[in-house]
């Protein structure tokens, strides 16, 4: 059975800075993972998806990579702004059963 | 396209009451999803479905039943609630592994 893990569960930043955000998966026999974002009192929002055969994956101010061997990803966020303010959720998918989600790592980003 | 929508927003029932949670998509996916979240606890996955007419258990369906008798629609029953099933719950749909998630429905049962 898949397990995900989100490290750190909390994180508080200064504007501007940079930062990383992890992602760990027991099952490292996965299509692709998917990051997520969610606001406070809303759904989740799909941010970058990377496929299996794909080290990188970027948007914008956020970089994507995943180590399939190693059952990791992380999410890179560059000059970070309040706007950034959300929890982020990752999800590997392994294509017998739906996504697995982590708890997801609240970031909140001070101006 | 409006993409995923859940009705009712918020709601409160009392032990024991029924409801359904309303989930509609315009997108055209075939897969439809419904999960709780409870508070440090993460995404649970209650049902789902691959299909109109195809649905299938998830991590926690206890106390819960879908139907998907057209594409576009998957509501959640829930029959007897408890105060267990206080949560905010989260319809998504996508064409395989991708999820479009709706806005949530925040339910309390006291």
């Known amino acids: 059975k898949q397990e995900v893990t989100q490290i750190p569960a909390a994180l508080s930043v200064p504007e501007g800075e940079n930062l990383v955000l992890n992602c760990s998966f027991t099952d490292s026999a996965i299509y692709n993972l998917q990051w997520f974002r969610q606001d406070p009192g809303k759904g989740l929002t799909s941010l970058l998806l990377?496929?299996?055969?794909?080290r990188e994956q970027t948007s914008g101010r956020l970089n994507a990579s995943l180590d399939k061997s190693s059952g990791r990803s992380t999410l890179y966020i560059a000059a970070s702004q309040p706007g950034d303010s959300a929890t982020y959720l990752c999800?590997?998918?392994?294509?017998?059963?739906?996504?697995?989600f982590g708890k997801g790592t609240r970031l909140s980003v001070i101006a | 396209n409006a993409g995923v929508t859940q009705t009712p927003k918020f709601r409160i029932l009392k032990i024991g009451q029924s409801m359904t949670l309303q989930c509609t998509q315009d997108m055209n996916h075939n897969y439809m999803y419904w999960y709780r979240q409870d508070p440090g606890m993460g995404l649970k996955l209650i049902y789902y479905?691959?299909?109109?007419?195809?649905?299938d258990k998830g991590e926690v369906p206890n106390g819960y039943n879908v139907s998907r008798s057209t594409t576009e629609d998957f509501p959640l029953r829930l029959e007897l609630a408890a105060p267990s099933q206080t949560s905010v719950y989260f319809c998504?749909?996508?064409?395989?592994?991708?999820?479009?998630f709706g806005p949530g429905t925040r339910l309390t049962v006291t």
């Open positions: 990377i496929q299996s055969s794909q």
């Open positions: 479905s691959v299909g109109a007419g195809i649905t």
């Open positions: 999800a590997p998918y392994s294509g017998n059963t739906p996504l697995v």
């Open positions: 998504a749909s996508g064409p395989t592994y991708e999820q479009y």
